[in-house]
């Protein structure tokens, strides 16, 4: 059975940094685009951006320039680098892959 685990969240100042990791069992993201969302309270499940099979990127507008996604050589751990977080960047954090969604991990910041 494939998982996804995301780590790596917390409270963080405004104008502060932090890496999301997702950490896949088996091939998965060797096989399947990869994406990381995100769902602040009271508001819908929205696309951060993804990293295809062979590494391209795309981002929501909103976070362009901001946040970054990587996977690492073995494509077992993807991550997303959120630099310059504002309040607004508040939610769960998830990633997705195929079918697969993560548990998701909370993001605070703190203005």
């Known amino acids: 059975q494939v998982h996804l685990v995301e780590s790596g969240g917390g409270t963080v100042q405004a104008g502060g940094s932090l890496r999301l990791s997702c950490a896949a069992s088996?091939?998965?993201?060797?096989?399947?685009?990869m994406g990381w969302y995100r769902q602040a309270p009271g508001k819908q499940r929205e696309l951060v951006g993804s990293?295809?099979?062979?590494?391209?990127?795309n981002y929501a507008d909103s976070v362009k320039g901001r946040f970054t996604i990587s996977r690492d050589g073995a494509k077992t751990t993807a991550y997303l680098q959120m630099n310059s977080l504002r309040p607004e960047h508040t939610a769960v954090y998830y990633c997705?892959?195929?079918?697969?969604w993560g548990q998701g991990t909370q993001v605070t910041v703190s203005s």
């Open positions: 990293i295809t099979i062979g590494g391209s990127t």
């Open positions: 997705h892959s195929a079918v697969i």
């Open positions: 088996g091939t998965i993201f060797r096989l399947n685009q």
